[in-house]
């Protein structure tokens, strides 16, 4: 029988994980348990409701009283709310104490397995990323032999970075201020204060800057920092080629050979793929309860929309324009790694496919893909900027009842596109960036807690769409250096 492309066979774990996630959280995602045990003095009944997200505590003492305390960021609750466990072990320990003697829902013990599970599979895939990085890139710009091919490189690949994401942003403000997800409807309840960095942009865009010059290039190869690894790779490199001679020779043998073996363990770890992805799902969509979706479905609709538009729209023209290849044969030569992506929520940990998929699948030169992609997951982020910039006009739409003014809109545009400069690969970093808009336009940083609950899922999208962009930034790079060899 004819294996099944790897490709199908993500979407199938990834289709099967949503199933089984899907049916954890809608029949299994409460459990009650009626305490009986070492009940608190003074008390007849407990009961323990927990529900994904939310736990509530019925007690009923010996004069016949009920209490009714909720945990959890729920909102409008009748009686009395806690925001976490945290607070209410604080503030009622014997409350808390009842907690931990009742069970957890199903789809929460469920929900963490498979978190662990898919976990070992983004450990596999952090464990090459590093090395793969280095090798790769090291084979790479040995193979350019000179370090003007590089600048230029540099040059269009910074200029695609820019344009596809301020295009991106420019989708997501038309949809914002056309769709109006923030206005009409029932005012917001207050939100709950996120854990917001309360850093500025000039400081965030500095330490990136920072990061261009590892003062240890072993603690940045460590920790792992991307773009310190980048340029120190990159120096290496290009000195080695200055040197010249059988020491360029050595250097060239040794990364080619380095790059051939982490080549061949990430294919090796690709194929486990279809499996990790199965448990990312499965994990996400059993532990988020179907509940957080509803309140919040306008704004994340026009999130999804803008997405779709700019990845299946505006990226697609670009690739088959500039790159000269069909999009869609393009797209499915890069989905193992868009899909792991999308259900990973970080860039980061999908590079390894990444790179695997523009060089193994889709033909792109291991000199252009070694250096506009490992360069792309840590500073181009198109779904990133496109969401900030929607995330933060939502919040103004809910927080002064009307559009934000023009003037404003551009801040909001500009400072988006640097913040998706300064988040890292990584879940929700997105989210931490925001702060940094929010205050450029004088919204509280808490206001933010209105879509914390459904940041994962948007994650999720927007990752696929900043690997996606990475690859067509790469398919463009690549055409362009063709054309260029071509006339050379
Ligand atoms: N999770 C995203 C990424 O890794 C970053 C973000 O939070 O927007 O690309």
Not at 383 to 399: D, K, P, R, S
Not at 450 to 459: C, S, T
Request: charged letters at 10%; aromatic letters at 6%; proline letters at 5%.
């Amino acid at each position: 029988m004819a294996r099944l492309a790897l490709h199908w066979q993500i979407a199938l774990g990834m289709a099967a994980g949503a199933v089984i996630g899907v049916a954890l959280n809608v029949f299994a995602g409460t459990a009650t348990t009626s305490v009986v045990a070492d009940l608190p003095a003074g008390l007849t009944t407990a009961t323990v409701t927990a529900t994904v997200g939310r736990t509530v505590i019925e007690t009923i003492d010996a004069g016949g009283r009920a209490e009714r305390v909720e945990v959890g960021p729920a909102a409008g609750a009748a009686g009395l709310r806690f925001d976490s466990l945290k607070t209410l072990a604080r503030e009622r320990p014997e409350l808390a104490g009842l907690v931990t003697k009742a069970r957890q829902p199903a789809a929460m013990v469920w929900g963490e397995w498979f978190q662990r599970l898919g976990g070992l599979f983004l450990r596999m895939l952090k464990m090459v990323a590093v090395p793969l990085i280095v090798t790769s890139l090291a084979s790479g710009v040995m193979g350019l032999g000179g370090a003007t091919g590089l600048g230029r490189m540099f040059s269009r690949t910074l200029t695609y970075y820019v344009t596809t994401s301020l295009l991106a942003i420019l989708t997501g403000m038309a949809f914002v201020n056309l769709m109006r997800p923030g206005l009409g409807g029932e005012p917001r309840p207050a939100p709950a204060p996120a854990a917001a960095a309360h850093t500025g942009l000039a400081d965030v865009l500095f330490q990136q800057l920072e990061s261009l010059v590892p003062d240890n290039p072993l603690a940045a190869l460590v920790a792992p920092d991307f773009l310190s690894i980048i340029t120190f790779t990159l120096a290496f490199s290009v000195f080695a080629l200055r040197v010249g001679g059988e020491v360029a020779t050595a250097i060239r043998g040794a990364a080619d050979a380095g790059f051939a073996v982490m080549m061949a363990m990430t294919h090796a770890i690709i194929r486990l793929a279809p499996l990790g992805v199965f448990f990312l799902v499965a994990a996400t969509t059993a532990t988020q309860g179907a509940g957080v979706f509803a309140s919040l479905s306008a704004y994340m609709l026009t999130v999804a929309l803008a997405l779709a538009v700019h990845a299946a729209i505006t990226l697609p023209l670009v690739v088959r324009v500039l790159a000269r290849r069909s999009p869609w044969q393009f797209a499915r030569a890069m989905s193992p790694a868009l899909l792991t992506a999308f259900s990973s929520a970080s860039s980061n940990a999908a590079l390894p496919l990444t790179l695997d998929c523009a060089e193994s699948r889709a033909g792109i030169r291991n000199r252009v893909g070694s250096f506009v992609l490992p360069l792309g997951a840590t500073v181009n982020m198109d779904g990133t900027a496109l969401y900030e910039a929607v995330a933060v006009l939502f919040i103004a739409q809910l927080h002064f009842g009307h559009d934000l003014p023009l003037a404003q809109q551009v801040v909001v545009c500009v400072t988006a596109l640097l913040a998706s400069v300064g988040a890292a690969g990584i879940p929700h970093a997105g989210l931490v960036m925001m702060a940094i808009i929010l205050q450029a336009v004088g919204l509280p940083a808490e206001s933010q807690g209105v879509i914390l609950a459904v940041d994962r899922v948007l994650d999720m999208g927007r990752t696929a769409v900043n690997v996606w962009s990475d690859a067509c930034g790469a398919a463009v790079i690549d055409a362009w250096e063709n054309a260029d060899a071509a006339a050379g």
